[in-house]
């Protein structure tokens, strides 16, 4: 149970990104860089686990409607019971590309590159399709349905699972808006090797929740604060995830 903590907490983050946010690119050859914080602690076996995470990321559309990213998280540092587990230091790079096919949907491929000084050495890979909807001058709607597989590796990821995000943003002004977020994904199948089992067996069905608000400056910097709380629910066991994200965001 704390690796499976560990790894998730180390890739929620990022995949929550997939390609920066629910809505429609980015104009023509603009871009924007990320600088982002995030925090979670959860309860595991009567102990308490705490991470850390940074995030350094840029995305720019290279040409009309087709968006690149890259991401590079950094572990800060794990603790469990007091103790400090895991390995520190720089994480998985992940690469994300996005189409928008009609003004109001996307489609999109996320890779994460294998790091064996982290937590796993799988490849991950993300495909899915977004789907985006400015309901009036005050509600902007956006959400995601997408297939995450994994290559096999010394850790205990599975090799399939599914999630989807909505997200409603309530645009109060031009430079202020809180947004909500409901995130679910469920694990799918296991690795095995000669009927022995070494990953998760999945059925892990989890959901969080997200309450945050973006705020602009200007038109070139932006900050995005949130806090959210996410378990597993089909598991008696399984603890309240708490997590607090804190990114700053600058447009070129």
Same mark, same amino acid.
Not at 17 to 37: C, I, R, Y
Not at 92 to 116: C, G, H, K, W
Not at 176 to 200: C, V
Not at 207 to 235: A, M, P, Q
């Given at each position: 149970?704390?690796?499976?903590?560990?790894?998730?907490?180390?890739?929620?983050?990022?995949?929550?990104?997939?390609?920066?946010?629910?809505?429609?690119?980015?104009?023509?050859?603009?871009?924007?860089?990320?600088?982002?914080?995030?925090?979670?602690?959860?309860?595991?076996?009567?102990?308490?686990?705490?991470?850390?995470?940074?995030?350094?990321?840029?995305?720019?559309?290279?040409?009309?409607?087709?968006?690149?990213?890259?991401?590079?998280?950094?572990?800060?540092?794990?603790?469990?019971?007091?103790?400090?587990?895991? /390995?520190?230091?720089?994480?998985?790079?992940?690469?994300?590309?996005?189409?928008?096919?009609?003004?109001?949907?996307?489609?999109?491929?996320?890779?994460?590159?294998?790091?064996?000084?982290?937590?796993?050495?799988?490849?991950?890979?993300?495909?899915?399709?977004?789907?985006?909807?400015?309901?009036?001058?005050?509600?902007?709607?956006?959400?995601?349905?997408?297939?995450?597989?994994?290559?096999?590796?010394?850790?205990?990821?599975?090799?399939?699972?599914?999630?989807?995000?909505?997200?409603?943003?309530? /645009?109060?002004?031009?430079?202020?808006?809180?947004?909500?977020?409901?995130?679910?994904?469920?694990?799918?199948?296991?690795?095995?090797?000669?009927?022995?089992?070494?990953?998760?067996?999945?059925?892990?069905?989890?959901?969080?929740?997200?309450?945050?608000?973006?705020?602009?400056?200007?038109?070139?910097?932006?900050?995005?604060?949130?806090?959210?709380?996410?378990?597993?629910?089909?598991?008696?066991?399984?603890?309240?995830?708490?997590?607090?994200?804190?990114?700053?965001?600058?447009?070129?």
């Amino acid at each position: 149970m704390l690796k499976k903590i560990i790894l998730a907490s180390a890739l929620a983050v990022v995949s929550s990104f997939a390609a920066w946010d629910l809505f429609p690119v980015l104009e023509n050859h603009k871009g924007q860089t990320m600088v982002s914080s995030s925090y979670m602690t959860t309860s595991i076996e009567d102990k308490q686990y705490h991470s850390l995470n940074l995030y350094f990321g840029s995305r720019y559309t290279v040409i009309p409607n087709l968006e690149l990213a890259l991401i590079v998280p950094y572990h800060v540092f794990s603790y469990y019971g007091g103790n400090k587990i895991g /390995t520190d230091g720089t994480g998985s790079i992940s690469l994300f590309s996005r189409y928008q096919f009609i003004p109001t949907m996307n489609v999109f491929a996320d890779i994460y590159f294998p790091n064996e000084g982290y937590y796993e050495d799988p490849w991950y890979f993300n495909f899915g399709l977004q789907f985006s909807r400015k309901v009036n001058q005050l509600f902007n709607f956006g959400s995601q349905l997408s297939v995450r597989t994994a290559t096999k590796g010394e850790g205990e990821d599975v090799p399939l699972s599914t999630s989807a995000s909505l997200e409603l943003d309530f /645009t109060v002004t031009e430079s202020f808006a809180p947004y909500i977020r409901t995130n679910g994904s469920l694990e799918l199948g296991a690795f095995s090797d000669h009927g022995y089992q070494f990953s998760h067996g999945g059925g892990d069905l989890y959901l969080s929740s997200t309450i945050g608000v973006k705020y602009d400056f200007n038109e070139t910097i932006s900050i995005d604060v949130s806090g959210s709380i996410g378990k597993v629910v089909n598991e008696d066991d399984s603890s309240l995830d708490v997590g607090a994200a804190l990114a700053f965001l600058l447009n070129f």
